[in-house]
C-alpha cells in the first residue's frame, strides 16, 4: 500500500499523471478541483470538499481500493475530511488542507487542526492515518498575535496518546522543526524552504512502513510550490 500527499497547486486535472507515475493506493490533493470537472476518472473512488469547485480538498483511491466519506463528517471543518477506508486494507483516514480563517483566527492554520482532530478523535479507535498540507511548522508555534487554539506540539502531544506518529520524523529520527527535506518552496522561492506537509499513522502501520519519500524540487517546482509526500507499507 502506498499512501501519498500532494499539494498540487491546482488545475489537478492537467497534472496527475506527474503522481500516477508513483502508483500511489490513496492520494490525498489539497487546492484540487471537483472531480466533476475532470475530463477523465482515472481513479477507483474520489471524495472532494470544497466551496470553490477549482480548489478544494480531494482524496482520491487507485486500483482495488475502496474509500467512502465517514459517518462522523461535519461540514464545520472547511478543509478537514474523515474517509473510512474498506478494502482492501481496513483503517480510518483524516485528510487536512490548513487554512487562513478570517473570522475566527484562533482557527487558523493549525488551530483548525487541533479542533478538527478533537471532534474527530474516536477515528483513532481503529488503525488511523492523518495525511496532508498543515501549512505548519513547530517552529511557528510561538508566533506573536497568533492565538490559537491549539499549536503543533498540541497536536503531536494529542496524536501521541493513540500512539499515531509522524511517518517522517519517527523513521528518520529527525526532531520536528530541523527537517531537511523540505515539501513547500514559498512561492516557488527555493530560498524559502519550509517542511509543511505530514503523513501521521498509527503504530501498526508505521511498523509495516518500507520507505518514506518527499519528492525533489527540481522534479515537482514547475508543477507545484509543494513536493509530494509518500509513504509505502508493506
Aim: proline share 6%; net charge negative.
Amino acid at each position: 500500500m502506498k499512501i501519498c500527499t500532494w499539494n498540487c497547486n491546482m488545475a489537478f486535472r492537467k497534472k496527475y499523471p506527474a503522481i500516477l507515475s508513483y502508483d500511489p493506493n490513496i492520494l490525498i490533493v489539497p487546492e484540487c478541483e471537483n472531480p466533476d470537472l475532470f475530463d477523465s476518472t482515472f481513479y477507483t473512488g474520489a471524495l472532494w470538499i470544497g466551496k470553490n469547485q477549482h480548489k478544494g480538498l480531494g482524496v482520491f483511491s487507485f486500483h482495488d481500493y475502496e474509500i467512502s466519506t465517514h459517518e462522523s463528517y461535519s461540514g464545520d471543518f472547511l478543509y478537514a475530511l474523515p474517509v473510512q477506508l474498506e478494502s482492501p486494507e481496513n483503517l480510518n483516514l483524516i485528510a487536512f488542507w490548513a487554512m487562513n480563517n478570517l473570522r475566527d483566527p484562533g482557527r487558523r492554520y493549525i488551530g483548525e487542526v487541533w479542533r478538527a482532530l478533537g471532534y474527530y478523535q474516536n477515528l483513532f479507535d481503529s488503525p488511523a492515518v492523518v495525511a496532508g498540507d498543515f501549512n505548519w511548522n513547530i517552529i511557528w508555534d510561538h508566533r506573536p498575535k497568533m492565538d490559537l487554539y491549539g499549536d503543533f506540539a498540541d497536536v503531536t502531544a494529542f496524536l501521541g496518546r493513540y500512539d499515531v506518529q509522524s511517518l517522517y520524523h519517527a523513521s528518520a529520527g529527525i526532531p520536528f522543526g530541523r527537517e531537511p527535506d523540505p515539501t513547500l518552496y514559498h512561492r516557488k522561492n527555493r530560498l524559502k524552504p519550509y517542511h509543511v506537509d505530514y503523513i501521521f499513522s498509527s503504530s501498526d502501520l508505521l511498523c509495516r512502513m518500507e520507505s518514506m519519500t518527499v519528492g525533489g524540487y527540481d522534479e515537482w517546482i514547475t508543477l507545484s510550490d509543494h513536493m509530494p509526500v509518500m509513504a509505502t507499507f508493506q
